[in-house]
């Protein structure tokens, strides 16, 4: 049939639904079907077919996948995607041993991005942040996540915002918009980080509201930077708005933000390097999906968050890359799929349930992609592998061999 597309002889790995997947769910939710097929109706996945089973009428267009894995389409759940400049110069004050946060204090690391950004105009924005979609899109994610955070003033925040929806509207991109200017505290309020909280909450966030440039705001709940107070201040203010939640939290020390996370219902909270167990438990009991970032780890030569311990209290685990110039220059979320099953030690099942199902959740896309299913969105990666095992074991080669996005190949 004309305007049909069908994937035959796939190995199908997919999670189910369109809610987290915790505890053991975050596994087993995941089957395997040999000699599958997935029919495209359009950009919606139309029927898939259990094994040897096929549609009843000849289509056009058919892709053998010829026995080798098909999964639906990555999501990469926490990226800081839009900022001008890199940061190449920070490497050897890093390897003398300056910590992130002394070079933070020093006018360096986020503050050095706010300056390039500031100076960057939206199309040069939208134009370097869309190779780096390309580029995510070729390694096989087809949603993307992107906050703001690197303007921290009305001007420059809404400048970010503006690229993430020009990148969907006219780039066809799909990025999930998150307001970030609780990211530093900028020199223009140096010293007084409640003053720019409420800066942020009276000043900028309503019109962030008026122009409806974002679905999510987020905060960095950090030892200087911002305190769990002022992250609760900012957060309920957000949801107040009707916006959703994120909370950058327990990074580097464990003062509470992933304990708030679960307490106020935030979607997700990030990074939880050093989360206790009181924050464990709070997240599990608010249902919030822990997106753990494992570049992060490598690149800054941290410890791994406790995934097993999070995923066994079920939390809901997502894996996701961190994309930015600083922490994590690197936008290849198969390496850290392999970091996910190598450091955290998940299986491969909650490894890909922790880049589609549950990191849709975390970006609040579950309705529409996450998992190979009827009705869906048709974002599927036929791999260049035989099996899930052999996808996450492989370690900083592109294994993406065909991308459908929308039904398109790209
Ligand atoms: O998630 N931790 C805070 N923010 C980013 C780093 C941003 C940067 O260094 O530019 C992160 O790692
Ligand atoms: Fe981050």
Redesign the pocket.
Known sequence: MMDMLLIKNATLATAHGCTPAAGAAQHTTVTVTENASVLINGDTIQTVYGSGEAPSFECDNVIDAEGRLVTAGLVDA?T?LI?GGW?QHEVPLKLKGAS?LEILQAGG??LN?LKATRAASEDELFDKAAKVLEEMLHHGVTTVEAKS??GLDAENELKQLRVIRRLAHEGGYNVVPTFMAA?AVPLEFSGDPDGYIEHICTKILPLVADDELCEFVDI?C?TGVFNVEQSRKMLQYAQMYGFKTKI?AD?IDAIGGSKLAGEIGAVSA??LIAIDDDGIASMAKGGTIACL?PG?SLYLGKDFAPARKMVEAGVPVAVCT?F?????PSCNLQLCMNLALLRYKLTPQEVLTAVTLNAACAVDRANVCGTVENGKRADLVIWDAPDLDYLVYRMGSNLASTVIKGGKTV
Request: net charge negative.
């Open positions: 926490h800081h900022f940061r992130y690391g986020i991005t955070g690197y990211h960095f950090e950058h990074e990030e990074h970032l992060t961190d930015n110039p600083g922490s994590c």
